[in-house]
């Protein structure tokens, strides 16, 4: 009896430490560099503007962060790329693929939006798979741009200072596509602002007909995700868990953290390939994944350049976007994921 008393004890311990994320490249995008702690086992991925806890089994964000300020927002922002594409980090198994969503009926909704990011670089990383989510299209083109995204962008642009912002989903309205991405029934996006130590939450069904309801309160929010964001609004003396310990389920993901960017080939391109030459030969690049469709000669060119010019090991992947009414895709279009050191 002890004996197994003493394993579930174990068990326990290693879910709540498998649940803590380092995000040792990215602390600065957490108010006071405190990351959240979640009853979920994720994967932390850093991007230049925002971070990612990401659900291996939801295949889907348990919530993003963005640092945000009226500078960023106000100043002119990149055109919408709409380049989707898969997460290279993340192990094949556990990606959401551009396939899962073709025909499902549902957007691939952005977490971080694209409309906050005021740079090309972030703007493409946005449209990785990692940072969405299935939600209902009316909800995610309607409901949520106009009644979530938009009122939180205005806060951001009359408040003082920076604005941190966290987007998630929780629930589970079934799934979809071969690698059975988890439909959320429920979307909210947390907004904090630390001059005044205030935090409120938007909180939506995710379905076409969903209703706008007053935001809820961050102590609200904490009870219906299970998530403590350890934001100053709340007592914390009640932390079952260190957010900053180590393990070596943490220390075995710092490979996946890094900064990676898309680079997309319609056709072939000497600058393009030299840019990324140069990044590999410089010492910059760690690893970079070819993903095309129909392609397969330009992304074999650009492959075997890169091989017989630097000793990197390049890996390739087939697979085809979907499109919808209103984006179309060029099939021929070759795209490099490329890690930064």
């Given at each position: ?38 009853p979920q086992v994720g994967r ?157 939450a938007y909180w939506v069904e ?29 007592d914390d003396t009640n932390l ?102």
């Open positions: 009896m002890n004996f197994l008393r003493n394993l579930l004890t174990l068990v326990a311990i290693t879910v709540s430490f498998n649940a803590l994320a380092a995000f040792e490249n990215c602390k600065d995008l957490f108010p006071a560099q405190q990351i959240p702690t979640s932390d991925l850093c991007f230049d503007s925002f971070a990612i806890y990401y659900s291996p089994q939801e295949k889907k964000p348990i919530y993003t962060v963005e640092r945000l300020s009226k500078e960023q927002l106000s100043t002119p922002h990149p055109r919408r790329s709409n380049q989707f594409y898969e997460e290279a980090r993340l192990p094949f198994s556990e990606r959401a693929l551009l396939s899962d969503y073709r025909g499902s009926g549902f957007d691939r909704g952005h977490n971080a939006p694209a409309g906050d990011m005021s740079n090309e670089r972030s703007m493409a990383q946005s449209f990785s798979l990692a940072n969405m989510m299935p939600q209902a299209r009316q909800n995610n083109q309607g409901i949520w741009a106009k009644n979530v995204e938009e009122p939180t962008r205005a806060y951001i642009k009359r408040a003082s200072g920076d604005i941190y912002v966290f987007t998630g989903s929780t629930g589970s309205s079934g799934s979809i596509g071969r690698s059975r991405v988890t439909i959320p029934s429920h979307l909210y996006k947390l907004v904090f602002d630390p001059s005044k130590n205030t935090a409120w995710n379905t076409n007909e969903a209703s706008m309801n007053p935001p809820i309160s961050y102590q609200e929010l904490m009870q219906k995700t299970g998530i403590d964001f350890h934001l100053p609004v709340v079952a868990s260190n957010p900053t310990a180590q393990t070596s389920e943490i220390k075995a993901q710092k490979t996946l953290v890094g900064g990676w960017y898309p680079v997309f080939f319609d056709g072939y391109s000497p600058s393009k390939l030299n840019e990324v030459l140069n990044n590999v030969k410089s010492g910059k690049v760690a690893s970079i994944q070819i993903q095309y469709d129909r392609n397969e000669t330009l992304a074999k060119q650009i492959a075997s350049q890169i091989e017989s010019q630097t000793n990197l090991k390049v890996s390739s992947i087939q697979s085809s976007p979907p499109e919808s009414p209103t984006v179309t895709y060029e099939r021929n279009r070759v795209t490099l994921i490329v890690r930064s050191k």
